[in-house]
């Protein structure tokens, strides 16, 4: 299957600093998805991007669609205890009806 | 409330003997889908159905069957459990294309013994 590589694998950071994560991948997808995972549940969508060189804000949630198709960005701006969690990509294939999902991003958040 | 519901949320079995986890959702959505996670692969698409009596196989089908017989349920079947089946699953539905948001379950946990 197509391999989404997801980095860095964990973060530790301060209350109120910025966190940068990204996702490549072997292939070209039409729309990639960032998804929060709290312990215990299941992933929750927090940003869809469906076009090439796209940015795209969900509250202090920024992310980007790579202008080659094989990469994506998230951003997120003076973190706060509650973005704790794993952070998933995930690409919609071109077909338009499998997902890919990346390894996560783990992100612990110190008061 | 709109939700996707799995049944059960945990299970202990032992090698080779059938279960079924079930998977519903009360949303009308026409997209369903399974996937699993396992530390560090994050989450890999097993199978996924597009419409009642249209089902696909996603990355990891083997050892697995589903069946869409009604638009709500979506069962997961494993015939004959092997211990590299322990995982935690999860069930998800979207409404009409899968590029829609995907509202996944609460999960369930197997454990093959």
């Known amino acids: 299957g197509q391999q989404l590589n997801q980095s860095p694998q964990s973060m530790f950071i301060q209350e109120g600093e910025d966190v940068s994560m990204n996702c490549t991948s072997s292939s070209i997808f039409n729309t990639w998805l960032w998804y929060k995972q709290d312990p215990g549940e299941g992933p929750v969508l927090l940003i869809a991007l469906y076009k090439a060189g796209e940015l795209t804000s969900n509250g202090r949630l920024t992310a980007q669609f790579g202008i080659t198709r094989k990469d994506s960005f998230l951003n997120i701006s003076a973190s706060i205890p509650s973005d704790v969690g794993i952070y998933f990509c995930a690409g919609l294939s071109n077909t338009g009806n499998q997902f890919y999902f990346g390894t996560g991003t783990s992100l612990t958040v110190i008061p | 409330e709109a939700q996707v519901t799995q049944n059960p949320r945990y299970l202990i079995t032992v090698t080779g003997k059938k279960l079924t986890v079930t998977c519903s959702q009360n949303?009308?959505?026409?997209?369903m889908s399974w996937y699993r996670q396992d530390p560090g692969l994050g989450l890999r698409q097993i199978y996924y159905s597009m419409n009642v009596e249209v089902t696909d196989k996603g990355d990891v089908p083997e050892g697995y069957k589903v069946s869409r017989k009604e638009k709500r349920n979506f069962p997961l079947i494993l015939e004959s459990p092997s211990p590299n089946q322990t995982s935690l699953y999860f069930c998800?539905?979207?409404?009409?294309?899968?590029?829609?948001?995907?509202?996944f379950g609460p999960g369930t946990r197997l454990l093959v013994l």
């Open positions: 949303m009308n959505h026409e997209y």
């Open positions: 998800a539905s979207s409404d009409g294309s899968p590029q829609e948001t995907q509202y």
